[in-house]
């Protein structure tokens, strides 16, 4: 029995002849080339349908060994049901032409895979190269990989992790940021997470496969190299109008001294163990600092010294250098690196970019002070010094003595992070490396390392790591320091790169060797170069000293890849005095030697008035004879 629904009436005229009558019209042999038509479509369909799944297949196959089946004749098939008598059936040529093109294009992908290789936990680091890390215009980290191929691994992907600047491998533990599918370049994105506890601002990447259930580095790990990109401050860095620079005297500070002589340029020391900590002043109350998720106490009343010293300067229209230097503090031990914690006896140490400890606290001090001195309310750093004289390891930068490659890398670490922490803030700061005179000393059993071999050393380092924008602050004192004619013929000073001192007398053999296509920064250009610290002393006479600074600054001004000459000093010092020292404008306890003339005057149109004298002491009877 069946029932109707509402919906089941039966049309109002019923005519199942009518529909027999429309059938009878179609042609004879319609039906059956319809269903040839039908099948032939469906057929290349899958052909082709097959073609690009075999493409994708060996594509996402990542060296798996497979056994492959052998190939269908498809004509076979073809004929098998192909009624033997047909009529042609006109597809249109641009359908074939369809075809055929989309065929071509998956055999040519196909034959363009890449490569493959077996790879070793030995042979693999050196695999891919990462060719860019950056911070991407989106805010994120962008890594592109470069390889000749592709590694064989567990899976089809390359994974990008992100390691701690004292990491030397990918612990057991480590979770990827990134992963994507391996090719010739492949190209992996991650968050930067800048300023909280997951902040990847001052990490190094590194891409790894999956081997034999490990995660394996194909590359050397690499930096970001443009931390500038999310700077908050990002004026233009303002040229000097002289390189004429000089180690002010703090004592002398608010006078009108510094007016009188025309300083363009001024340097001022740092020691950040002497930042750290409250103060027990009312009058300055400790500085609550918030860096990547932790809070750091600075010394209010220290603080207020520097913001004194910095908009002075700045006010003045000085271009202003700071010297980050590491002093010892038995309450910020974590400073210091593990190396240099005993036996040193140097005023300064090594950083610490060995401890999470030690790489927290210098970025936080480096993201601090680039903050409170990238504009005018405190006054403006636009130059930045990290460590003093870094070849003069027991003298200035102690570590427990160590060959000079390990050497480099700690100082490296710590170097890379306050870059890092002060360009993230200001785009235009410029951050140096110091070296003394002593270039290519070659002594046996030297404790201490030689300038030229830091430089060289380090720039490999740099670039290898991701290569940055940093410069040289040099200081081509005399030798000895006692004498003060540095056109006096020594053993020690050569005009070539194979000298053992650098001195304004072959300062030339240092631009010259910054020139070498090697050492130029990101742009293509020869890096930045401070003369950063250089005197004369005053003890073989007032007008000696006068005629060595006029040497040294009309030498300097005829390269215009030196950026600034600080002189050392404004004022005479008692202990350096004591060692025949005597390097100041100014007496100790008063009075201006000749040397405070020349200096007002050298960069003003009145120069020579004031410098001509010293053609006869250094016989000479023009300047363009000292330049080489």
Known sequence: MSFRTGNDKEPAEYKPANRRKKRRKKKPGAAKRKRFTNRLWILLASVLILAVTGAVFFFTMDNKKIEVEPEIDISELVEEKEPQQQPEVDMGEDVIDHIVTAGNAVWDAFNRRPESHDITEETAADFADITECIIDSSGRISVTAKGGGIPKSDDKYYYLFALNTYDTAISENSNYVARDYKDNETVLFTSLNYNTSNSRLFKKFVVAVKKDGKYVPVSTPKYITNPEAIAKYTSVFQEPASIKGLLVDPNRLRGSELDDLGVKQAAYNIPVARLLGPTTSAAYPSIQYTYNGRTYTFNGQVVAEYDLVFSTLTAKGITTTAIILNNYSSSYPQLIHPQARHGGSAPYYMFNGAEESGVEYMAAIGSFLAERYSDTRHGKISNWIIANEINARKEWNYMEYTDIGTYVEEYAKGFRVFYTAIKSVSSSARVYISLDQQWDRNIKNNKNYDGRDILDVFNNNITEKGNIDWGL??????????????????????????????????????????????????????????????????????????????????????????????????????????????????????????????????DTPQHAQYTDFAKGIIGISSWSEIVR
């Open 473 to 602: 602050a040099q200081h081509p004192y005399n030798v000895p320091l006692t004498e003060a004619r540095i056109w006096k013929s020594s053993k020690y000073v050569e005009h070539n790169a194979g000298t053992s001192m650098m001195t304004m007398e072959n300062i030339e053999v240092l631009i010259n060797y910054l020139r070498q296509e090697h050492f130029l920064d990101s742009n293509g250009q020869v890096r930045s170069i401070l003369i950063s610290e250089l005197g004369y002393t005053s003890t073989a006479g007032e007008a000696v000293q006068a005629a060595a600074f006029a040497y040294a600054y009309y030498k300097m001004d005829a390269y215009d890849e030196i950026d600034g000459f600080l002189l050392n000093r404004q004022t005479d010092a008692g202990e350096e005095v004591a060692q025949g020292l005597a390097f100041g404008l100014n007496h100790q306890g008063g009075g201006q030697k000749q040397i405070y003339t020349v200096f007002k005057y050298i």
